[in-house]
């Protein structure tokens, strides 16, 4: 498997798109530029109505609101109902539509150009069923994009594995929504409805490379998103845009979390 690490793109197109999110954290917004840089750059000049995007785990459609505002046709789906019922009900984009799916199992019967799957896979028991819903459901010649963090990093090992063991993230997240605000200074913690599916896969690169290859996928390029140092909160923003910059510069081993851009391994243009 050939991988390619890059540091963040100096795109300089219009970014208006940051407009329609709900991600407000540093990591989570520098995630979402590296997924439309890229997306830009596979799509070339062609016109963005003709190009279709799954998002799968699309929670409160922190990524498919951007994407519907660019032009491109895009179905996001989700399994909990909640976050679906929350999209249809503040989507305004007539290119977009939600659907209530379980990654591991749905078939839409048809093909998309692009498919993600961003901060999906640390949730589910079987990733790899996740992966197939992925190639299912991408053109031979289209690029999958598929983001997760390092199960081995600070802030995951911390939040995400003693916390959570120890009851005390669940007790975190039921503080009322002005207690909270007023503790981490942002209104929520979430990018979904579904605010207790917490991670059960901890990823480090190699084991994350390896799942993808086998699951028949060529990785193109990775990006290092951050150093998985602090907690997502609004006074830590500074130390958060420092360790986004920093991350740019460090063997991927040692990053926070990683956005991977997948092929078919039999990739072949079409006509």
Not at 129 to 152: E, S
């Amino acid at each position: 498997m050939v991988i390619i690490i890059t540091k963040e793109k100096n795109h300089t197109p219009d970014d208006t798109y940051m407009h329609y999110t709900i991600y407000t954290d540093v990591s989570a917004r520098k995630r979402l530029k590296l997924i439309i840089d890229e997306i830009r750059d596979f799509t070339g000049n062609g016109k963005a109505n003709q190009v279709k995007i799954l998002d799968i785990g699309c929670g409160l459609g922190g990524m498919t609101f951007p994407l519907s505002s660019l032009g491109y046709q895009v179905v996001g789906v989700d399994l909990d109902s909640d976050s679906i019922k929350s999209c249809n009900e503040k989507n305004k984009f007539p290119n977009a539509k939600y659907l209530t799916e379980k990654g591991e199992q749905f078939n839409l019967h048809e093909k998309f150009d692009i498919v993600i799957c961003s901060e999906v896979l640390e949730h589910s028991l079987h990733p790899e069923l996740i992966l197939q819903t992925i190639r299912n459901h991408l053109k031979i010649n289209g690029i999958g994009i598929v983001t997760v963090p390092n199960g081995y990093c600070f802030y995951e090992i911390m939040f995400s594995r003693f916390f959570q063991r120890i009851g005390l993230l669940s007790y975190f997240h039921r503080l009322p929504s002005k207690s909270y605000t007023t503790l981490t200074g942002s209104p929520s913690p979430y990018h979904s409805m579904n605010v207790f599916c917490n991670h059960v896969q901890f990823f480090t690169f190699n084991r994350f490379k390896e799942l993808l290859n086998s699951c028949d996928f060529t990785v193109s390029t990775v990006y290092n998103v951050n150093l998985g140092l602090f907690l997502d909160w609004k006074w830590l923003e500074t130390f958060r845009r420092i360790e986004c910059r920093l991350a740019d510069y460090v063997s991927p081993e040692f990053a926070g979390g990683w956005v991977a851009v997948i092929k078919h391994k039999n990739h072949t243009r079409e006509g």
